[in-house]
């Protein structure tokens, strides 16, 4: 007899959820001295994405909340067919978790129309009480992941193991690279595409996600998810 696993969806926020990445959004759009260099750093990996966050935000006065604040929440556009997606995993009782590098003061209210219960939205936190901007982390890497993400992907997803589950990723960069690894099957864009194909990861590409619901719909009825 076979035992069927529990598909379990894990979805990146930054460029996926969203159709740009709202963090290097507001880098460009304020342009604080030195983010660059930062910035360059994170995505070439030659420093810990907690790090380079962390240095990011901390190059910003916690006086400017309000103007960042509001800068990206306006510019934030939300990728096609989410709510649909949303709807359909519910359907077929598809747990479906936000695992996101982003930080909470855009992530939750652009996520508020969703009615995502809050214990399935994981990222960062920013606190605006000293002199600069302070990124908390309160989902850090346990082991066995080392890669100090900030938000670990790994750490959630080891939660839900591979006997009962099959792990879904959806990402699109940096932040999905070492939760990739782990998952059953990843849907990817942009650089996340290219490191899958690199390291021999299960992915399927998307653009929008009518793309994801329309292959899972079709690996749900080919009993293959
Ligand atoms: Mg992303
Ligand atoms: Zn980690």
């Not at 908390?136 to 839900?160: E, F, L, R």
Request: proline share 5%.
């Amino acid at each position: 007899m076979t035992s069927r696993k529990t598909p379990i969806v894990f979805c990146d926020f930054d460029g996926t959820i969203t159709a740009n990445d709202n963090i290097v959004a507001i880098m460009k759009h304020f342009k604080p001295e030195g983010y660059e260099e930062i910035i360059n750093a994170v995505l070439d990996q030659s420093i810990s994405i907690r790090e380079g966050v962390g240095r990011m935000f901390a190059l910003f006065p916690s006086s400017r909340k309000d103007e960042i604040v509001s800068y990206a929440l306006e510019q934030a556009v939300i990728r096609e067919g989410f709510a649909e997606f949303l709807d359909y995993l519910k359907s077929k009782d598809i747990p479906f978790y936000v695992t996101s590098g982003g930080i909470d003061f855009f992530v939750d209210p652009l996520l508020k129309p969703f009615d995502i219960p809050a214990d399935h939205i994981f990222c960062n936190s920013a606190v605006f009480d000293g002199d600069h901007i302070q990124i908390t982390w309160p989902h850090p890497c346990q082991d066995p992941c080392s890669n100090d993400c900030g938000m670990c992907k790994v750490t959630v997803i080891k939660d839900y193991p591979a006997e009962k589950y099959t792990r879904i990723l959806i990402g699109d960069s940096v932040t999905d690279f070492e939760g990739a690894k782990k998952a059953d099957l990843v849907y990817s864009r942009s650089t996340l595409t290219e490191r899958c194909e690199e390291i021999g990861v299960n992915h399927v590409p998307f653009e929008t996600f009518n793309d994801i619901l329309e292959d899972m719909k079709h690996k749900l009825n080919q009993g293959v998810l």
